[in-house]
C-alpha cells in the first residue's frame, strides 16, 4: 500500500503560479500511474493531470498549456506546476496513485488552493 502526503497549496492572485507536490511512501511510485484530481465547493472531483511510468502526460483541457506534472522516481515524488492561475482553478487538490498491475486506489488528504481575482 501506497501513502500520499499533498503539500504546495495556498493563496495566490489571478495570473499567479504554485508548484503542488506529492510525497509517497510505503510503495515506490514507480509502479503507478500518478495523477491529480480537483475538487471545488458544491462540484464533483475532476481529473486534472495524469503521468505514466514512461512519462506520458494527458491533460484536462481546462489546465492544458497552463499546468505541467512531472514525476521523480527517485524522489517518489509526483509534483503539479501550475502557472496563469485563474479563479476557477479554486479547489482542493488530491493526489491519487494506480497500481500498472493489480488493483488499488490510492489518494492523499488534499491540499487547498484559493485564486482570487
Known amino acids: 500500500q501506497v501513502q500520499l502526503v499533498e503539500s504546495g497549496g495556498g493563496l495566490v492572485q489571478a495570473g499567479g503560479s504554485l508548484r503542488l507536490s506529492c510525497a509517497a511512501s510505503g510503495r515506490t511510485i514507480s509502479n503507478y500511474k500518478m495523477s491529480w484530481y480537483r475538487q471545488a465547493p458544491g462540484k464533483e472531483r475532476e481529473f486534472v493531470a495524469v503521468?505514466?511510468?514512461?512519462?506520458?502526460?494527458n491533460y484536462a483541457d481546462s489546465v492544458k498549456g497552463r499546468f505541467t506534472i512531472s514525476r521523480d522516481n527517485a524522489e517518489n515524488t509526483v509534483s503539479l506546476q501550475m502557472n496563469n492561475l485563474k479563479p476557477e482553478d479554486t479547489a482542493i487538490y488530491y493526489c491519487?496513485?494506480?497500481?500498472?498491475?493489480?488493483?488499488?486506489?490510492?489518494w492523499g488528504q488534499g491540499t487547498q488552493v484559493t485564486v482570487s481575482s
Open positions: 491519487n496513485a494506480r497500481p500498472f498491475v493489480g488493483n488499488g486506489d490510492y
Open positions: 503521468i505514466s511510468r514512461s512519462g506520458g502526460v
